[in-house]
């Protein structure tokens, strides 16, 4: 309640008016906005203007920064304040588990054959001769071609005979 007096009053004596003030106290005084949040004063109310990450009327709500499912290649979100976290499947890294593991750092690949990563592991693309997982394994020989008959000279002499080929 607010006392005026008024002084320019023609009559005589004593005049005076009052005003209430309906809300008493600043609403905001209690600091009813939480995590940082602005408050505002209403002649009988007070709003929070939240700080970024939490929401509701207190700005009690620490927002959830996983619900957007950030985490790539089965990471695990953990909610943080503006932010999260991602928990990433072994060999998996970057902020949202992102990169994949370099499957090639150890050279697996052998004899020259050309490591390629892959989601959950590599595979190895082998030089002609190289076969196998890691280009490990020579590529067998083909048997050559059967060799045509040596062409008959005169027939002076027999054939010498030639020892088996394998
Ligand atoms: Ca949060």
Known sequence: MVFVSD??????GFKFSFEFELT????????PCQHDGECESHPDYYTCKCSDGFAGINCEI??????????KHGGTCVDGVRDYTCDC???FTGKDCETPPDFCASNPCENGGLCVNRNVDFVCSCPRDFMGEKCEEPVPTPSPPP????????PTQPEPTEPAKN
């Open 7 to 12: 002084d320019s009053a023609a009559e005589s």
């Open 24 to 31: 008493g106290p600043d609403p905001c005084e209690s600091n």
């Open 62 to 71: 620490d927002m959830d920064e996983c619900a957007s499912y950030p985490c």
């Open 89 to 91: 499947l072994e060999g």
């Open 147 to 154: 060799t045509p008959a040596p062409t008959t000279p005169a």
